[in-house]
């Protein structure tokens, strides 16, 4: 599990979320000034991961979330509170859109499971009770058995 608590199956394989760029690098790639970057980090817009010497270290996404903060500070004119708030309300869709596809895993799992046991009840029926209807439209059950060779 990574620090942002997505699974990883290879720990050399490289991912949008693999925390690879230096901030020199998160700043040439995304268009703003290491302190920037810095600065946001402090703000909580943009959290890198961080090595055993407390450098940090930018992923590919955390380079789109960058240039995403800037177009909606200098294209949007929206304040860093605002990209703040924007941000995390993406975060909460993105983990109640995972939810919502959970738990419509789950309630197809157990409607497979209803229709499993349906079947199983079907299958268990006894076919030697037969409905009988009678001439005044009365329902009765018969029981019904094949004769025996004698």
Do not use: F
């Amino acid at each position: 599990m990574d620090s942002r608590g997505g699974q990883r199956r290879n720990p050399y394989e490289l991912t949008d979320e693999s925390p690879v760029y230096v901030i020199s690098v998160a700043a040439q790639l995304s268009g703003l000034h290491p302190q920037t970057l810095r600065q946001y980090d402090r703000l909580g817009l943009v959290s890198p991961d961080r090595t055993a010497g407390r450098g940090r270290r930018y992923s590919a996404r955390d380079i789109e979330l960058l240039r995403t903060v800037q177009q909606l500070s200098q294209t949007e004119g929206i304040n860093l509170a605002g990209i703040k708030r924007i941000i995390e309300l993406e975060n909460q869709v993105a983990a109640l859109q995972q939810r919502v596809a959970e738990l419509q895993g789950a309630v197809e799992g157990a409607a497979s499971a209803i229709r499993q046991r349906e079947a199983a009840v079907h299958a268990s029926y006894r076919r030697d009770l037969v409905p009988y209807q009678d001439v005044q439209q009365t329902s009765a059950l018969v029981v019904w058995r094949p004769k025996r060779p004698e």
